[in-house]
């Protein structure tokens, strides 16, 4: 259940104000779908990446390129967990000929990962607890849309 799983950056879901805006993944077959959970930041990064204007400035293009000068190069992303609400993932890459990894917060190297270049990877034990979390999260935010304060006087 922990192998490896390939993934592709799909779409963006903004979900409107009830829901948490996600960067969705799939897999080649569209078999595995993973939502990758955005804060608002992470989204304007995203469409500001992709808002096909040729003189638009690439919000982390400085830092490839310093990136660059310094022999950094990201080759994966690998989203291995979910705790709480909220999903990791390890960064492999190298620093010239040396090998790093870096776990960090999913969405704090998402928004820099899409145009790196990088391949994007996961497990389904992954896609099992996020899908699992999303539907939760919307189903509560449903209950309480729905749910009116008693007024006062009548607990």
């Known amino acids: 259940m922990n ?16 829901f948490r805006p996600s960067l969705i993944f799939k897999d080649k077959t569209e078999r595995y779908v993973l939502p990758l959970w955005l804060d608002r930041s992470g989204v304007t990064l995203l469409l500001s990446q992709s808002d096909g204007k040729a003189n638009s400035v690439h919000p982390y293009g400085g830092v490839l390129k310093i990136f660059d000068l310094l022999g950094v190069k990201i080759t994966s992303v690998y989203f291995y967990d979910v705790r709480g609400q909220t999903q990791y993932a390890l960064v492999e890459g190298y620093q010239g000929e040396k090998p790093f990894e870096l776990s960090l917060r999913a ?25 699992v979390l999303n539907l939760d999260l919307i189903i509560r935010k449903a209950h309480t849309d729905h749910v009116q304060p008693m007024p006062d006087g009548l607990h």
């Open 3 to 18: 192998e490896r799983i390939r993934i592709f950056p799909n779409g963006l879901s903004l979900g409107g104000a009830k």
């Open 107 to 131: 969405e704090e190297i998402v928004g820099f990962s899409v145009n790196s270049g990088c391949e994007f990877w996961t497990n389904e034990n992954v896609i099992e607890k996020s899908r």
